[in-house]
């Protein structure tokens, strides 16, 4: 927050989204001061607004502009108090909700804002969004999901969580390539989907000064170091690993709320928590992330949420770039 200047309204919103208000609308309202765009939206501050006009108000700031960020603040929309919205407008008022990809993007070399050829359009009545994208892949095995709450024990998480995690990835991807330990846990070592699996589970995140030369040198010792049973209390694992402690906070900020899932194609990621096998990937034509979305009707989707996909992110689709219109309710 130190450069004022680099914080547009819709980032603030996504950095502040576990403060509390009295009123629903006042997440928008006290922040504008703030906003280095405040000229741009002051004109919004109107108590005569209820929260959910305000919410798609906001959204629309931004997204006729062409901006759209907007869209990755709308993941897990059953997350959502005000259930009436379309799924494309954030409600900034629910929570628990994975903190938009643009946050970590924008601590780790955010790219350039993509102008799209023809930007969104909305309907008369402000239900429907159109906006310009192409289909590239569709979901077809989801992961179990981890607890939203932090009250799971580190032997959960690793040996019921990530290990069936990493055997769908292998089912799958058919890339077996185990070896067994002398306690018995199945470790994965320098095969191609255990190395894109244990860095997917950090979305790629650099951990400093690690002294381990992988990320699937990190997820071994991890395993090696997570008792298989634990007191019936429960209780921490005290990881005296540096690299393993690193890698774990990092892991547990990044997979949680956030679903585990593999593609048509074979590819591997991290999705909105409520995110179904049969949804499809898209790619918007100016956004950077690729987003679930799921068949409502006849033409229209639901937006199911932000997906994080190595291969598929800004610059990584390797298709011809064939846009059609994709209306979004």
Not at 38 to 47: C, N, S
Request: hydrophobic share 35%.
């Amino acid at each position: 927050m130190a450069d004022r200047s680099a914080w547009p309204l819709h980032e603030l919103l996504g950095i502040s989204e576990w403060t509390s208000s009295s009123q629903d609308v006042d997440k928008v309202f006290g922040l504008v001061g703030l906003a280095s765009d405040q000229q741009r939206v002051k004109h919004l501050v109107d108590y005569t607004y209820d929260a959910p006009s305000l919410y798609r108000k906001v959204a629309l700031t931004y997204l006729l502009d062409g901006d759209l960020k907007m869209l990755n603040s709308a993941s897990d929309h059953s997350f959502a108090q005000y259930t009436h919205l379309p799924t494309w407008v954030p409600d900034w008022s629910s929570w628990p909700r994975a903190s938009s990809l643009g946050i970590y993007f924008r601590k780790h070399g955010d790219p350039p804002r993509m102008q799209p050829a023809n930007p969104p359009t909305v309907s008369s009545d402000g239900s429907r969004l159109t906006v310009s994208g192409q289909f590239t892949d569709r979901v077809v095995a989801i992961g179990r999901h981890l607890p939203i709450l932090r009250e799971t024990t580190d032997r959960a998480l690793v040996f019921i969580f990530l290990e069936s995690w990493c055997r769908l990835a292998h089912r799958y991807l058919d890339a077996p390539a185990y070896r067994t330990t002398t306690r018995g846990t199945s470790v994965a070592h320098s095969d191609p989907v255990d190395i894109a699996f244990a860095s997917l589970l950090t979305l790629d995140c650099p951990l400093a000064h690690m002294a381990c030369t992988s990320y699937t040198g990190a997820y071994s010792r991890l395993l090696e170091q997570t008792p298989c049973h634990l007191p019936r209390n429960g209780g921490s694992v005290q990881y005296k690993d540096v690299d393993v402690f690193r890698y774990r906070n990092r892991m547990l900020t990044s997979c949680r709320k956030r679903t585990f899932f593999i593609t048509e194609q074979g590819f591997m990621g991290l999705g909105p928590y409520f995110l179904r096998p049969g949804d499809q990937l898209v790619q918007l034509d100016g956004g950077w992330t690729p987003m679930a979305v799921r068949r409502k009707r006849a033409g229209c989707f639901e937006l199911v949420g932000e997906a994080y996909v190595p291969g598929l992110m800004k610059g990584g689709w390797e298709g011809e770039a064939v846009y059609e219109d994709i209306c979004l309710v």
